[in-house]
């Protein structure tokens, strides 16, 4: 497995890339331009400037994580051509800098949700977590209040340009069912998977986070079944999945080493983090180790491992620990440590495969 780490750029993140150099075994930054918005071509004097960044470090920027779709892809609409022709032109371009895996999310209005980005912990650390009661018992018009009278409510797709635009994005998707998205979805793929092969860049969808409908919104990357469908949509290598544990982990009805075992040949790029659940479908994320969360991380490490798994690896999530202030979910210090626990798993397989009967 190649070791990435996510990196918002310069000015934009808490973690720099001096620190990230001395984390065992990282090999690239998984970047975007994040201010360029969802449906516009990507300017190549920006993108090369992330290259010089990065080499200067000696990183690679094989990864790119979004390049966020237009709302009107997601929902179908006529102008959806507009944008699938720039989304095009953006994959030509990262081409030329030499990215190899381009992550992406299909869920109408939102990215991930949570209800709470601090929640403390036991040990004092805090962390990303999910209330579902408190979600299902909001009714999107009073969301839309909500954010907008407390500046300090940042979630992904609730950025203040776009806050003007919920009221519009509900009403659009009323009619939206399942089946249109898929429908949506396949449509976009049709267009995108052939220049991806041609770029030699592979697709690579994230899942549902959490993995079942908020708001009354359809969403479709939840499960192993929908997976599955996923894949054949459009029958190529280069339509892909990004493998999010934490992500598809939040319903313990998915099984996600059996989902490795299952798909690793069509995982271009691995997030792995370890979430608690309750029994009343509150989660909330945790360290990576096995015995801290819900999700039996040394089996998921092994079932890459047994299918010779060589793509790109993130631990995705960190806890907020040692007093870091930074981005929800995206500290130094917690990602690091599940860095090298990912790591004392990986090489632990590595020993015992080279020498079977060693203890
Ligand atoms: C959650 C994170 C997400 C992810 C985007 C990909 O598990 O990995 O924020 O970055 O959904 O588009
Ligand atoms: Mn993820």
């Known amino acids: 497995m190649k070791m990435v780490f996510r990196w918002y750029g310069k000015g934009n993140d808490t973690v720099t890339l001096e620190q990230i150099k001395q984390i065992p075994g990282v090999s690239g930054i998984v970047w975007a331009l ?17 290259k010089k960044t990065a080499d200067s470090y000696g990183f690679n920027i094989d990864v790119v994580e979004s390049v966020n779709v237009h709302e009107d ?43 709470d980005l601090a929640k403390r912990l036991e040990d004092g650390s805090t962390a990303l977590f999910y209330e579902k009661a408190k979600i299902n018992d909001m009714d999107p018009t009073e969301l839309v209040k909500k954010i907008a ?10 950025e203040p340009e776009r806050l003007k635009d919920l009221t519009k994005l509900f009403q659009a998707y009323k009619n939206v069912t399942e089946e249109d998205l898929w429908s949506n979805l396949k449509y976009f793929l049709e267009q995108i998977i052939p220049v991806a092969e041609l770029n030699d860049i592979k697709m690579a969808i994230h899942p549902d986070d959490p993995p079942w409908s908020v708001f009354g919104l359809p969403r479709i990357m939840t499960h192993k079944e929908n997976l599955r469908r996923f894949l054949k949509l459009v029958d190529n290598p280069y339509n892909d999945l990004t493998l999010c ?25 691995a997030h792995i983090r370890n979430v608690g659940i309750s029994e009343n479908g509150d989660f909330v ?7 801290d969360g819900s999700l039996d991380i040394v089996d998921i490490v092994k079932a890459y491992h047994e299918g010779g798994f060589t793509g790109y690896v993130r631990p995705d999530h960190g806890r907020h620990i040692w007093n870091e202030k930074c981005r929800p979910g995206y500290g130094l210090y917690d990602r690091a440590l599940g860095i090298t626990y990912l790591w004392g798993i990986w090489d632990t397989l590595e020993k015992n495969r080279r020498n079977p009967y060693s203890a």
Request: aromatic share 10%.
């Open 34 to 50: 994040h201010d360029i918005p969802a449906g516009d071509e990507w300017p190549m004097e920006r993108i090369l400037e992330v």
């Open 73 to 115: 892809i997601k929902l179908g609409l006529s102008t959806r051509d507009v944008y699938i022709e720039s989304y095009k032109k953006t994959i030509a371009k990262l081409a030329k800098v030499g990215v190899k895996v381009i992550c992406y999310n299909f869920m109408p209005v939102f990215d991930w949700m949570r209800t």
């Open 149 to 158: 009278s407390n500046p300090d409510l940042t979630m992904p797709g609730w």
């Open 245 to 269: 544990s934490g992500a598809l982990g939040a319903d313990p009805n998915n099984d996600i080493p059996a989902m490795v075992r299952e798909f690793v040949d069509r995982i271009a790029f």
């Open 285 to 291: 994320e945790t360290s990576h180790r096995t015995c």
